[in-house]
């Protein structure tokens, strides 16, 4: 074999090398640049209102349950620190908050990101009026909710979780103060819901604004047993004939025949179908939604009929 042949030979060789290391370069870059999670697998890390932990938490256990190859890294926190983390912090995917995106809000997104954050209502939940074991104080109507904000019951204490960036402290200013102002000498603030309850649980005078979610559901073992300690309060439904006083149950929810309800929302970060579109499509299918249901809230995506039955009719023998 002549020289020129051998040096042929190695020529393509070496071009021949260099393609498959090319080829197994580009390959990497692709893998590495491509989605870091898919719908059933990955790390994500969302901000979720702590006034829904307990049915978000039961959300999450069990979608984790199911997709053994996800993690959703949950922090808990007011609702205007979530909408925070949903602006300033590129790691945080989704949050679950009491609403969508306003039209400038998705102005901001599109502009700055190029896309809009989608965002849907999967569930309603009600603010429920908690007070002492021990009080008599367990009828309310608006307009008495009203003048204990505002100072007009001098020897009652409020208590919220919280007296800045709540969505209770918010739901209670657009629905029950109408532009009236908080008497900040009569409304405590504690830390989250669980220290608004302890807190009326310690103080027969002490009147407590909670997510249903922490106190609405009977299933619950830590529920039932703060049920000795507090009593969930009826609140005068505005729009029955016959105006009668309604719990915040998930019948009353439903028909708003319970006045204190409001929307449970998530906002999604993703352009791709990544691990955070898998929760949202988890939390507003049936799987998602039938957790809302067994927690006593009212599913937002479907539905689930009250019926009127009979229930102490004998059946007629044959």
Aim: proline share 4%; net charge positive.
């Amino acid at each position: 074999m002549n020289s020129y042949k051998v040096r042929n030979m190695i020529f393509r060789l070496a071009v021949f090398l260099s393609v498959c290391l090319m080829t197994a370069a580009c390959s990497n870059e692709a893998k590495q640049a491509g989605p870091p999670d898919t719908l059933t697998s990955g790390t994500i890390q969302i901000s979720a209102d702590e006034s829904f932990r307990p049915v978000i938490e039961e959300q999450i256990k069990v979608f984790e349950g199911s997709y053994p190859s996800t993690k959703i890294n949950a922090v808990y926190k007011p609702e205007a620190d979530c909408l925070k983390d949903l602006f300033r912090d590129s790691a945080t995917r989704m949050v679950i908050v009491t609403r969508g995106l306003t039209p400038q809000e998705a102005r901001y997104f599109d502009d700055t990101l190029h896309y809009v954050p989608r965002s849907e209502k999967i569930a309603s939940d009600a603010i429920a009026v908690v007070v002492n074991s021990r009080s008599n104080d367990t009828v309310f109507s608006l307009q008495q909710l009203q003048q204990l904000l505002t100072g007009g019951v001098s020897n009652k204490k409020v208590v919220f979780d919280g007296l800045n960036a709540t969505s209770t402290i918010r739901f209670a200013m657009d629905s029950i103060l109408k532009g009236k102002k908080f008497d900040n000498n009569r409304v405590q603030a504690v830390k989250n819901s669980k220290e608004v309850l302890d807190y009326v649980a310690s103080d027969e005078n002490a009147i407590g604004f909670v997510g249903i979610s922490w106190i609405g559901n009977p299933e619950d073992t830590a529920q039932v047993n703060m049920l000795r300690k507090v009593k969930i309060a009826y609140v005068k439904c505005e729009l029955c004939v016959d105006s009668p006083y309604i719990k915040p149950t998930q019948a009353g929810i439903m028909t708003r025949r319970y006045p204190l309800v409001r929307g449970l929302y998530y906002i999604l970060k993703e352009n791709y179908s990544g691990l955070g579109s898998g929760l949202a499509g988890f939390l507003q299918y049936e799987r998602g939604q039938l957790i809302f249901r067994r927690a006593y809230l009212q599913p937002g995506r479907m539905s689930f009929n009250v019926r009127n039955v009979i229930v102490n009719e004998k059946l007629k023998k044959e």
